[in-house]
């Protein structure tokens, strides 16, 4: 119903309640196709004729603009001229119900139908994604005659609610599929406590917009609420949709399996397995392309695309489109439009944290998104996806190799990243036999930052000497993993001591060593080169040369030999 006939109603209530004969109306009503013969049965169950005429009205409420036209003809046909009088102008316009044609016009009926429901609006800066909101739409058109399961997957940020709730403002989509209404509901993260308390507060949002004298108390438990709910959905929302946002828990999905309607939105594609019912699924590639990205920028810095500086395409390839982060950016800029260059050098830096929310987005920051998603893995699965970093940026890898460095079973390696490109933590391509797999750079990214930390905590606690699975991979990883960190300092004196020497070529190998020492070569000194190439063969020999006598031989200006008379006098002292 259009906002203008509701609050007209709204406001002459109390004289129709007072007036008018809902039998004779309802008869109208029906006849006019715009009321069933059970909503009437309901309404003539009530006491008196005021109380009828109430319920009436209630319902009239919920019901769409023909219904009140509807009702406006049958007042005449009863003489209820005056009455009728309050109504007419604010009748709504019959021609732009029949202009189904206009495809995605948010018309009043529409946004009627998606307020009424909780589907948020467009962000204030919104750029339009023609075909993916196609293929939504598509999804959705199968749940036309059968009850069934829209999921909407993709990775954080990548918009996935902002897709759907474009997607269902279509007049035709509306009208065809879901005249009982769409219903949204923001779940995200929560436990069961919590899940019943939303469960709860969707049945009194149904309950509520159905007959306001009787509420009935509210569910006790999740299976109780389930019931109560597959009861509205059944019996008083027929038809209808049902959006739950940002699900990651197929627990939480199985207190919505009750055959009805429903779209979600996840990283997790494969949450709906453990549910019952016809199942459809659309994929959101994580970026915008550049011109969509440079519009999000232009949109809030209020530029013409063309005008933007050239920091602008630099910032949507940094992050491959990512409409969160452009937005994110975005709404930065618009506040200091002359930090262009700082913002890009943050993403450049990878300062997520920094780059804070300004919008409504559910974290703190890109990286809390981030975070959560891996936080969810089971734990033996996290810590092999933090061993990711290893992925070069751009480059696609087979699951061999990884089988190498995890030391599992090729088929083992496949589920395990099957499940990460499930949860949107990991993109396959399958084009290639066998397929290969690959990080979003921002994923890349936000793991090295991640392992940064760790990787800082490692190196204060001293080189690593057991030969334990743990010090193991860290001996093997170290260098590499500081060197892509960017800790070159760290690096620097790790390898520039001879501790880290002997340590890792005793447990690695010399080989191990020397190439790492060519592969930094460029932040070191030469000395330690120089060093390990005239005495790397010895490194292989058992026993084990002493390192520090090896360096005693070295020239007497070099670092190599000063560590080394250190460490000599420091055993001299200690005996
Ligand atoms: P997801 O549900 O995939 O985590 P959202 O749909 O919440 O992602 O989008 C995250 C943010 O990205 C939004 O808050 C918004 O700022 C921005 N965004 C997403 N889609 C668009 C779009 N089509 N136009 C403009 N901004 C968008």
Redo the contacts with the bound molecule.
């Keep these: 119903l259009e906002e203008r006939a509701r609050s007209c109603l709204l406001r002459f209530r109390h004289r129709l309640e007072q007036d008018i004969k809902p039998s004779y109306l309802m008869d109208h009503m029906i006849s006019d196709g715009v009321m069933t013969v059970d909503e009437e049965e309901k309404i003539r169950t009530k006491p008196t004729r005021k109380d009828q005429s109430a319920a009436l009205l209630e319902l009239l409420l919920m019901k769409d603009n023909r219904a009140y036209i509807s009702f406006y003809n049958s007042l005449i046909k009863e003489s209820y001229d005056d009455l009728a009088h309050l109504l007419r102008e604010d009748l709504p316009s019959i021609f732009c119900e029949a202009h189904k044609s206009s495809s995605d016009s948010a018309t009043s009926y529409v946004q009627t139908v998606l307020s009424e429901g909780g589907v948020p609006q467009r962000?204030v800066?919104?750029?339009?994604?023609p075909e993916l909101v196609n293929r939504v739409r598509e999804k959705l058109y199968w749940l036309q005659k059968d009850p069934g399961w829209v999921t909407v997957f993709?990775?954080?940020?990548?918009?996935?609610?902002?897709?759907t709730a474009?997607a269902v403002r279509h007049h035709g989509l509306i009208e065809d599929c879901f005249p009982g209404g769409i219903h949204w509901l923001a779940i995200g993260q929560l436990d069961k406590p919590d899940l019943l308390v939303k469960m709860q507060s969707l049945c009194f949002r149904l309950e509520q917009s159905l007959d306001s004298q009787t509420l009935s108390r509210p569910p006790n438990s999740l299976d109780e609420a389930k019931e109560r709910l597959r009861f509205l959905m059944l019996r008083r929302y027929p038809r209808s949709l049902l959006i739950l946002?940002?699900i990651w828990d197929s627990t939480v999905l199985k207190a919505f399996d009750i055959h009805c309607r429903i779209l979600l939105?996840t990283r997790n594609r494969s949450l709906t397995d453990s549910v019952s019912g016809a199942k459809y699924e659309v994929g959101?590639q994580s970026g915008?392309d550049e011109n969509k990205g440079l519009e999000?920028l232009a949109l809030y810095t209020k530029m013409k695309p063309h005008g933007l500086p050239e920091e602008a395409r630099s910032i949507v390839r940094e992050c491959k489109g990512s409409?969160?982060v452009?937005?994110?950016i975005g709404a930065l800029l618009k506040d200091n439009p002359n930090r262009w260059c700082y913002y890009l050098r943050q993403l450049q830096q990878k300062q997520f944290k920094r780059i804070r929310k300004s919008?409504?987005?559910d974290y703190d920051a890109l990286d809390q998104?981030m975070a959560a998603s891996i936080e969810v893995l089971p734990d033996e699965h996290r810590e092999l996806y933090k061993d990711l970093t290893v992925l070069e940026k751009d480059i696609k890898i087979p699951a061999k190799v990884l089988s190498v460095l995890w030391d599992l079973e090729p088929e083992e390696v496949e589920d395990i990243l099957q499940e990460f490109v499930d949860k949107s933590l990991l993109f396959v391509d399958s084009h290639h036999k066998p397929y290969l797999y690959y990080l979003h750079d921002l994923q890349l990214d936000f793991l090295v930052e991640q392992n940064r930390t760790q990787l800082e905590q490692h190196y204060r606690d001293g080189p690593p000497t057991s030969g334990d699975e743990e010090c193991l991979y860290w001996i093997r990883f170290l260098t590499y993993h500081m060197a892509k960190a960017n800790l070159s300092q760290e690096l620097y004196s790790l390898m520039f001591s001879l501790d880290w020497v002997s340590t890792k070529s005793q447990i690695m190998g010399p080989a191990h060593l020397i190439n790492d020492y060519v592969e930094y070569g460029s932040i070191l000194d030469k000395e330690f080169q120089e060093f390990l190439s005239q005495n790397g063969h010895q490194l292989e020999e058992r026993p084990f040369p002493d390192v520090v006598q090896l360096a005693l031989s070295q020239p007497h200006n070099s670092e190599v030999y000063r560590q080394a008379r250190l460490q000599a006098q420091d055993r001299t002292s200690t005996g």
Excluded: W
């Excluded at 800066?125 to 994604?129: C, E, G, I, K, N």
């Design positions: 962000p800066v919104f750029v339009s994604r993709g990775m954080a940020g990548s918009g996935k609610s902002v897709l474009e946002d940002d939105t959101v915008l999000i409409p969160l452009v937005s994110l919008s409504s987005y998104a």
